[in-house]
């Protein structure tokens, strides 16, 4: 991330911290600077994904998800998980997937944990996401019909790229605690 940005994302924040929604960026780490920009910029594009924020047990935010594909595809990211007003642990997410696809993409990932059992489940590591799991593609609006699926609500927001797909894959997520 080049200076200019960091910069501009530390001064938002230290001007206005009540936007994240209680969660507090050690301004010395790349990463946790990389979650909280993704988080506002979800909640620019969508007001209503705070109240997943304000009552998930936890969450998982990857804030930069490459993905490609021609005919088969994948993607990769990093990312914190959240709880309360802190980064818990690090995680990472890789997908394949198989079909109809060309192109590429750049997004944020957020899984959002309705109870501790999800969030549990998800630190114990090793979990899967399978093609069955849909995620909500974050527009004005998005959250307002969206809703927990077995514990877990799952969104992106795309920054940028373009990607046509009618494949079949699923998302593996590994999980360390900081």
Do not use: C
């Amino acid at each position: 991330m080049r200076k200019s940005t960091l910069f501009a994302v530390l001064f938002f924040f230290l001007a206005s911290p009540a936007l994240l929604w209680a969660f507090e960026p050690d301004t010395g780490d790349e990463m946790q600077l990389s979650v909280a920009k993704a988080i506002l910029d979800v909640k620019k594009a969508d007001p209503g994904m705070k109240k997943f924020f304000d009552s998930a047990a936890g969450y998982a935010v990857f804030p930069n998800v490459g993905k490609a594909g021609i005919g088969i595809g994948g993607a990769h990211g990093k990312g914190l998980v959240i709880v309360g007003e802190k980064a818990v642990g690090k995680t990472s997410l890789s997908q394949a997937t198989i079909g109809l696809q060309l192109g590429g993409q750049v997004y944020a990932q957020f899984i959002f944990f309705k109870d501790d059992v999800a969030l549990g489940h998800f630190q114990r590591g090793n979990w899967e996401m399978n093609a069955q799991v849909s995620a909500v593609a974050v527009t004005l609006g998005a959250s307002a019909d969206a809703d927990y699926d077995k514990g877990v609500a799952v969104f992106t927001n795309v920054g940028g790229g373009l990607m046509a797909e009618a494949s079949v894959g699923g998302q593996k997520f590994k999980y360390e605690d900081l």
